[in-house]
């Protein structure tokens, strides 16, 4: 088909603290990989505003190519900078299309208020939906969208992608050499690659989630481990990582998978690090001994809290400090390495739980150091952002529906205002501010116990 498709994941507002990546975003790699099989004569470039491309270096791009299509992937700390890039291609000729986690919440709003600009506002999976959309299917035979008819909003309905149908990971088309060589300056010794084994979370599955999750797909499926580790083989071996994220949610969530997957694992003549997310829930002595045999270097859990009753409103079901210790020493003991992340400002947050989050993260640092004689991969401090789409967010939307309801835009400044004023009672700026700057104090004490982790939800500045 002769048309050119721009997948862009949009840069963040500077102002907040940015994760560095050395890989593309696999969600854009996942449609990319998508539209080929069906299409190999499609034109698709991805940009990727992470580490690589500047916001007006994409925007140079699209005014200079004239893409047919300009898909972005959209976060809320990118929102408006996607709304500045849309207006340059809408000017092109462009078609816009917005997707991904933030959009797939907003998609209402969005739709509601952005209809002039944004031709087309998808949610959930995107990979049917653009594969439609590039083909100038009409809208009702296009799956996931969000559709403005004059002012009232509907949505068709949902495409879910069969895990073991959608085509194998495939980075062959995509330019890999401008991470290459930003990873050069830092880690010129691993070479980094993201897959995921499944989607969704155990945590969500009765629609819930933790208070400040905005992820928006309920649905969790695993990919067969003979897929999974195709997939893997193909990282490793053609692509040359040594070090490779599995970004599914909750990696521990079914036992018999990870049986499977460890029963099945094929040999690997070169050695990576795979690292994944879970549950401290998920964490047991056959879990582990199945991470163990699949490989498993490094798990990345949520601990919230050290205080058991604002972890409990955390909403991560059943879980207590005690467990999350529990489930640290026996990821160690198996040599393991836990990446530890809390969440500073849940409601009900007050000195004495903060002060349990410290000593939390202390033990985690020091048991750490007692069974593997090393820190804790990273130990993190984030700042809570009500996410759209958590339930926190419906709090706020609730308590303030004339600034909410149908809103796209609202920062995540006013967002993490708002709620400090509802769930804290701190209306004046200035007690805002302060108990602010009490968390960033927190915060910098729980990071010192692992000195090279980096938090997200804070200002640039640290605040
Ligand atoms: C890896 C990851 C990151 C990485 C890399 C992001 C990247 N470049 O891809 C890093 C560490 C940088 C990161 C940062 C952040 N992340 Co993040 N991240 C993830 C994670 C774990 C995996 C994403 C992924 O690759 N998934 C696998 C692919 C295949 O699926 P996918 O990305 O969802 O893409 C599919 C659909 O969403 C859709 N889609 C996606 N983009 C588009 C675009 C178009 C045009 C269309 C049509 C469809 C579409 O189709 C894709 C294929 O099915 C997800 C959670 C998760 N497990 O998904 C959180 C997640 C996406 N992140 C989240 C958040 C909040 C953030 C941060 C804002 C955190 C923070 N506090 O700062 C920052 C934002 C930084 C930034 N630069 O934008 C939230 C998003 C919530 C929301 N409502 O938006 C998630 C869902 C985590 C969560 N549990 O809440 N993140
Ligand atoms: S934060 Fe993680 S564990 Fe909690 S609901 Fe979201 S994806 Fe699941």
């Not at 997948?7 to 593309?24: E, G, M």
């Not at 049986?259 to 795979?274: D, G, M, S």
Request: aromatic fraction near 10%; charged fraction near 25%.
């Amino acid at each position: 088909m002769n048309c050119h498709l721009c997948l862009v994941f949009t840069p963040i507002d500077r102002k907040y603290r940015n994760a560095f990546q050395f890989t593309p975003p696999l969600g854009l790699v996942a449609l990319e990989n998508f539209i080929h099989r069906l299409d190999p004569s499609v034109r698709i470039t991805i940009l990727d505003g992470g580490p690589i491309h500047s916001l007006n270096e994409i925007i140079e791009f699209i005014e200079k190519e004239r893409p047919d299509f300009v898909a972005q992937s959209v976060m809320q700390k990118s929102y408006e900078n996607a709304l500045t890039i849309a207006e340059h291609a809408h000017r092109c000729g462009a078609k816009n299309i917005f997707g991904g986690h933030h959009v797939s919440q907003l998609c209402e709003a969005i739709a509601f208020r952005q209809s002039d600009l944004v031709d087309y506002v998808v949610y959930g999976e995107g990979e049917m939906a653009l594969w439609r959309i590039i083909n100038n299917a009409p809208l009702e035979e296009i799956p996931n969208l969000a559709i403005n008819d004059n002012g009232t909003i509907r949505k068709t309905p949902a495409f879910v992608l069969d895990l073991d149908e959608s085509p194998l990971l495939d980075y062959s088309n995509i330019d890999l050499s401008p991470y290459t060589r930003a990873q050069g300056d830092v880690v010129s010794t691993t070479t980094y690659m993201r897959v995921y084994s499944h989607k969704g979370c155990g945590n969500r599955m009765n629609g819930k989630g933790c208070l400040f999750c905005g992820r928006s797909d309920d649905i969790l499926r695993f990919k067969s481990p003979e897929k999974y580790w195709t997939e893997m083989k193909y990282v490793v071996d053609v692509c040359n990582a040594n070090y490779i994220f599995d970004v599914g949610d909750d990696f521990l969530y079914n036992l018999d998978w990870l049986k499977k997957a460890a029963a099945t694992r094929p040999v690997f003549y070169k050695a990576f690090q795979l690292a994944v997310f879970g549950r401290s829930i998920g964490v047991t002595k056959e879990s582990v001994e199945a991470l163990r045999k699949i490989g498993v270097t490094d798990v990345a859990i949520g601990f919230e809290s050290g205080d058991e009753k604002t972890l409990k409103k955390c909403n991560k079901r059943n879980t207590t400090p005690e467990m999350n210790i529990a489930a640290a020493r026996e990821l160690f003991l198996s040599g393991i390495i836990a990446h530890v992340h809390y969440v500073l400002g849940l409601p009900g947050e007050s000195k004495s739980s903060l002060r349990k989050t410290v000593d939390h993260a202390k033990a985690i640092a020091e048991l750490s150091m007692s069974i593997i004689g090393s820190v804790p991969g990273e130990i993190v401090a984030n700042l809570i952002e009500p996410n759209p789409g958590s339930p926190i967010y419906r709090a706020l939307t609730r308590a303030y529906p004339e600034k909410y309801l149908l809103n796209d835009r609202i920062s995540l400044d006013e967002l993490q205002r708002d709620y400090f004023r509802h769930f804290f009672n701190l209306e004046s700026l200035e007690s805002y501010l302060a108990f602010r700057k009490e968390l960033a104090l927190i915060a910098r004490e729980i990071m010192n116990c692992a000195p090279d982790s980096g938090a997200q939800g804070w200002t640039e500045s640290g605040d």
